[in-house]
């Protein structure tokens, strides 16, 4: 399972893994994201970034908790991941973190998918094709 890991950062409450997976990174939070554990998320979405993957996968199957910061760092990832051509895609949320987006918006500003496997399939095909 740990096949393909780049990275991992870990507090008490929260647990971040990443992998790549073809031209996109899948950012896996689990536990509790919030002002406290933002950071672990934050510093993973940029490294990513700053090496030239921007199309970001973030898994949040095992999410369960979010709140306006770590909202915020979701945000603040999407803008410089569009702005360098690519995007952040989530999957699998739960209903109560899935709640949180809804009630501020966010879901609209979002690429949402059921599974990360729709949100790997999502656009390769063409990407794929044109290269």
Same mark, same amino acid.
């Given at each position: 399972?740990?096949? =393909?890991?780049? @990275? ?6 929260? #647990? ?17 994201? +919030? ?11 940029? +490294?990513?970034?700053?090496? =030239? ?5 973030? +898994? ?9 910061? =770590? #909202?915020?760092? #979701? ?9 360098? =051509?690519? @995007? ?5 949320? #739960? ?26 399939? +999502? @656009? ?8």
């Amino acid at each position: 399972m740990d096949r =393909g890991t780049v @990275g991992s950062a870990q507090s008490g409450r929260l #647990l971040v893994e990443v992998r790549q997976e073809g031209s996109s990174a899948v950012v896996t939070p689990a536990g509790e994201l +919030d002002h406290h554990t933002a950071d672990l998320l934050r510093e993973p979405l940029e +490294d990513c970034l700053s090496k =030239g993957t921007s199309r970001l996968v973030v +898994d949040c199957t095992r999410l369960e908790f979010c709140d306006s910061t =770590g #909202l915020n760092v #979701l945000l603040g990832a999407r803008l410089k991941a569009e702005a360098a =051509g690519g @995007g952040v895609h989530l999957a699998g949320m #739960l209903p109560v973190v899935a709640r949180v987006f809804e009630i501020t918006g966010a879901d609209a500003v979002f690429t949402v998918h059921a599974t990360v496997e729709a949100a790997l399939s +999502d @656009g390769h095909g063409q990407r794929e094709a044109d290269g």
